[in-house]
């Protein structure tokens, strides 16, 4: 089973333009987009998160369930779910505020242990960056490497929610010796700084930069670079795309059972090729629908 660990929360989507059109509630968050799209593609994933106990919270986790996610390690809380406020630019790109004080996810704790049957975890997005909760799941991420699990990692940067960038910079730098996979925007890789070369060097088998429509591009340890264009589509909006490439590397990779930190230098050019464009695709469905609505198994061809 696939392990997501992060925050849920509740996107509110503009429905119009303007600052006081009608807001649409929609259950979101990067590493819950990941995990809903990991279910319903069909790979046995495990939702590590802490939850509150209001109306949205209860939303949430029934749409964990419709995925078929395990919901058993969420904690909860009488806290308040985050919110986030979205704003959709006309080509469809999506840029956040967020109301996070007192919020329910980042007081989640470290659990005890991983379900024995883990063979990756997935981290990333807000719940690394608000304390308490953000040391919480970077100890998740040490524990996780140290048993030899694979970890996957996007950082998904905020900007608006990072008091201190270099300090931030400082502790993603720390967190590349535990990181298995690494996969980024380009935006959030010229905010990060550093290179792809800089980043294997540090720990990383891989790293995944995604270039919107233009594609998607691999870095291997091995020197290898592959790429991918991006599938033609009529964008409604991105929200969820990025998640969404996370899942389908993942859950292609569990297909080709390269879910170990070594496996990945095994993967010749056609195993990425053939990945990347199985991420492609699946992006693509995301951005055609409004929301982060993932698609299903059945609405793709195998990774």
């Not at 996957?152 to 931030?168: F, Q, S």
């Amino acid at each position: 089973m696939i392990v997501v660990a992060g925050e849920a929360l509740i996107d509110l989507v503009p429905q119009g333009a303007g600052a006081l059109v009608h807001l649409r509630p929609a259950r979101g968050g990067g590493p819950y987009n990941t995990a809903v799209a990991l279910g319903r593609l069909g790979s046995p994933t495990v939702f590590c998160s802490r939850v509150s106990n209001d109306a949205f919270g209860e939303a949430l986790l029934d749409g964990l369930r419709e995925a078929r996610v395990d919901v058993s390690r969420v904690q909860r809380g009488a806290e308040p779910t985050t919110l986030a406020v979205a704003t959709v630019a006309e080509d469809g790109s999506a840029a956040y505020s967020f109301y996070v004080e007192g919020t329910a996810d980042r007081l989640f704790t470290t659990p005890d242990r991983l379900p024995d049957a883990v063979r990756a975890v997935s981290f990333g997005t807000v719940s690394l960056v608000l304390e308490p909760g953000a040391s919480a799941y970077e100890a998740l991420l040490r524990n996780a490497a140290a048993r030899g699990v694979f970890t996957a990692l996007d950082p998904n940067v905020r900007a608006g929610l990072i008091p201190d960038a270099d300090a931030y910079r400082a502790r993603f730098k720390s967190w590349l010796p535990s990181v298995s996979l690494l996969k980024l925007s380009e935006e959030d890789a010229r905010w990060l700084g550093g290179t792809p070369g800089e980043w294997l060097a540090s720990g990383p088998a891989a790293v995944v930069i995604t270039r919107g429509g233009d594609g998607l591009t691999v870095f291997t340890r091995g020197g290898g670079v592959h790429s991918v264009p991006g599938e033609p589509v009529e964008v409604v909006d991105t929200i969820g795309a990025g998640d969404t490439v996370n899942a389908a590397l993942l859950h292609g990779l569990a297909a080709r059972d390269a879910l170990s930190p070594g496996a990945l230098t095994d993967l010749n050019a056609e195993d990425w090729t053939e990945l990347l464009r199985f991420a492609a695709r699946a992006a693509a469905v995301t951005c055609s629908r409004a929301g982060a609505e993932p698609p299903y198994a059945a609405e793709l061809d195998a990774p």
